[in-house]
């Protein structure tokens, strides 16, 4: 197995389902921030003017969304009702940079890559699946067809091995690039495939090839 630039990240870090999204997230943390100022908890409409969401349908979904998750609860019977869930229930999830999913761009190499990160994610501990997850923001479209579009962000779990059809993030040790792609390794060979028609797969030999990290989870633009 290859040596990953991401084993040196701390332990800790969490699974997020695939969808969460920006608008769900933004919502999450109006509604804490309004009953930390205010003392009581938002309306719908509240929501709505502070989120600057289109329709107030919009809003009871990722309410509704997120009450399943078991990141807020309601009384349906009571006004005002909306009440976010214990934070120490929240873990967080470092974002890490941007890897491209079109032709391969530089990123910084493995020595200068740490467990710091710019933002965070915030998610339900119950959702934590004891594995090493970092996120990173997509660039590019080589992936549309795996739901994967331009400015989406995927979560990543450390690796560094995997099986034939998964995605990962590789690093291309000749061009000090990483790529995001479906691999497919051969006796003498590694297949780099995107999942856009128009793109071509990459050809690589195995030596030059160390896979980062396998893709857990999709955050989609809303």
Known sequence: MVHSFYNHLQAGFVLRKQGLSSTRE??????????????????????LKGCDISSTAVVQYHLDVLEKEGRIHRDPEIFRSIRVSDKKSLMSVPVLGTIAAGEPIPVPNSDSWTNRSTETLELPQDMVGGKQVFA?????TSMIDALIDDGDTVLMESADSAKNGEMVAVWLKDRQEVTLKRIYIEPNRVILKPANPLL??????PENVEIQGKVIGVIRKL
């Open 26 to 47: 933004r919502i999450h943390h109006f509604i804490h921030d309004f009953i930390d100022e205010r003392g009581y908890s938002p309306t719908v409409r509240d929501i």
């Open 136 to 140: 990173l923001k997509v660039k590019g």
């Open 200 to 205: 071509k797969p990459i050809q690589q030999t």
